[in-house]
């Protein structure tokens, strides 16, 4: 399970997209166990100017809740 969210999250991030929201709520398991990250409503890419503050703290990176920019390794 840990690998189909990895490969997903990698998928993201070649394409240059900032989740910044991921969270065992927005992965999603079929029957066969395969996983796959869902809920893009705060993704960005990661080129753009993003807001801060947004996600859901408790899975948020120490970093962004200090107040630093969003990158593909607070993800």
Same mark, same amino acid.
């Given at each position: &399970? &840990? =690998? #189909?969210?990895?490969?997903? &999250?990698? =998928?993201? @991030? /070649? *394409? #240059? +997209? +900032? @989740? /910044?929201?991921?969270?065992? #709520?927005? *992965? *999603?398991? %079929?029957?066969?166990?395969?996983?796959?990250?869902? %809920?893009?409503?705060?993704?960005? !890419?990661? %080129?753009? *100017?993003?807001?801060?503050? !947004?996600?859901?703290? +408790? =899975? $948020?990176?120490?970093?962004?809740?200090? #107040?630093?920019? =969003? $990158?593909?390794?607070? %993800?």
């Amino acid at each position: &399970m &840990m =690998y #189909g969210a990895a490969k997903g &999250m990698n =998928y993201l @991030h /070649r *394409l #240059g +997209i +900032i @989740h /910044r929201d991921l969270k065992t #709520g927005n *992965l *999603l398991v %079929d029957s066969d166990w395969s996983v796959s990250v869902a %809920d893009f409503g705060l993704s960005r !890419v990661s %080129d753009k *100017l993003m807001t801060r503050g !947004v996600g859901t703290p +408790i =899975y $948020t990176a120490p970093e962004v809740l200090a #107040g630093n920019s =969003y $990158t593909l390794k607070a %993800d």
